[in-house]
T-cell receptor
Framework: KAGVTQTPRYLIKTRGQQVTLSCSPISGHRSVSWYQQTPGQGLQFLFEYFSETQRNKGNFPGRFSGRQFSNSRSEMNVSTLELGDSALYLC????????????FGPGTRLLVL | GESVGLHLPTLSVQEGDNSIINCAYSNSASDYFIWYKQESGKGPQFIIDIRSNMDKRQGQRVTVLLNKTVKHLSLQIAATQPGDSAVYFCAETPAYKYIFGTGTRLKVLA
């Protein structure tokens, strides 16, 4: 099976812009989670989607949002970008929303100038 | 955000030796634990997992030990190889959320 894919892999934006990142989970996986990874804060949970519904949400401002489509693909959006949003954004998928292994994609590296 | 991850501890190990990476988890309600390996420029890669009804699980060259009494998890890598150089994270899962540890950088010395 193909792994989790994320697009784009790299992105440069300026402050105030918005960005949309895409994630395609492993075939058959219905749960998708998003994480932000920075050197100073490590891996931080953004949100989780299962069957098009947001099941869990981390402590991020409302500028961070996401959605999941009927084919389990997911997008996350960040509006009004700030310099501090520069990070590696990781998507992970698992078969269900129960406690089981999440498989990560390669991430999208976002640089905000 | 919900995470820990400030300074990254480093473990340096001679090639061929065994490595032991430790992780203290925070939530006594966590009953599923995972170890991930992250190489530079890549996403975390699953290594091994363990559920709370076990205290030891072995994979290929890796062993995970769980001590629920002191909320401690360890990853043992046998005969460490240069390709094992990476950052290793543990994750705990209380209430269907995944909480990642700080991460430990493993450096394999030739």
């Amino acid at each position: 099976k193909a792994g989790v894919t994320q697009t784009p892999r790299y992105l440069i934006k300026t402050r105030g812009q918005q960005v949309t990142l895409s994630c395609s989970p492993i075939s058959g996986h219905r749960s998708v989670s998003w994480y932000q990874q920075t050197p100073g804060q490590g891996l931080q949970f953004l949100f989780e989607y299962f069957s098009e519904t947001q099941r869990n949400k981390g402590n991020f401002p409302g500028r961070f949002s996401g959605r999941q489509f009927s084919n389990s693909r997911s997008e996350m959006n960040v509006s009004t970008l700030e310099l501090g949003d520069s990070a590696l954004y990781l998507c992970a998928s698992s078969q269900t929303d129960r406690q089981e292994t999440q498989y990560f994609g390669p991430g999208t590296r976002l640089l905000v100038l | 955000g919900e995470s820990v991850g400030l300074h990254l501890p480093t473990l340096s190990v001679q090639e061929g030796d065994n490595s032991i990476i430790n992780c203290a988890y925070s939530n006594s309600a966590s009953d599923y634990f995972i170890w991930y390996k992250q190489e530079s420029g890549k996403g975390p890669q699953f290594i091994i997992d363990i559920r709370s009804n076990m205290d030891k699980r072995q994979g290929q060259r890796v062993t995970v030990l769980l001590n629920k009494t002191v909320k401690h998890l360890s990853l043992q890598i046998a005969a460490t190889q240069p390709g094992d150089s990476a950052v290793y994270f543990c994750a705990e899962t209380p209430a269907y959320k995944y909480i990642f540890g700080t991460g430990t950088r493993l450096k394999v010395l030739a």
